[in-house]
């Protein structure tokens, strides 16, 4: 079984930069393909950006796209999301997913039924 564990969130003015984590344990996340999503206040959970294990290719929301960088370290089992220009429109729990099949397109990457494996979640605030 995979656990993933968020953490980095906090609450920042706009304009700020934060740094998510997601640390895995139970399973080598090398080949697991990995995402965020956020779910904001009365809203639906969406999509942030995901990054390939076969070729490390990356993957962003619009709202995300240019400020804004996931990578990963499969030595460490994490992954890693550079948030930055933040807005108050970011405000939202971040969540980390993560799934071992192969996805080789975006459509693929942006659909949460396409991970199996969630964690709970990390707040991020932005205030105006």
């Known amino acids: 079984q995979v656990q993933l564990v968020e953490s980095g969130g906090g609450l920042v003015q706009a304009g700020a930069s934060l740094k998510l984590s997601c640390t895995a344990s139970g399973r080598t996340m090398s080949n697991y393909a990995m995402g965020w999503f956020r779910q904001a206040p009365g809203k639906e959970r969406e999509f942030v950006a995901a990054?390939?294990?076969?070729?490390?290719?990356?993957y962003y929301a619009d709202s995300m796209k240019g400020r804004s960088a996931v990578s990963r370290d499969n030595a460490r089992n994490a992954m890693y999301l550079q948030m930055n220009s933040l807005k108050p429109e970011d405000t939202a729990v971040y969540y980390c997913a993560a799934d071992p099949r192969y996805y080789s397109g975006r459509y693929q990457f942006i659909r949460e039924e396409s991970y199996a494996f969630w964690g709970q979640g990390t707040q991020v605030t932005v205030s105006s």
């Open positions: 990054i390939s294990w076969a070729d490390d290719n990356t």
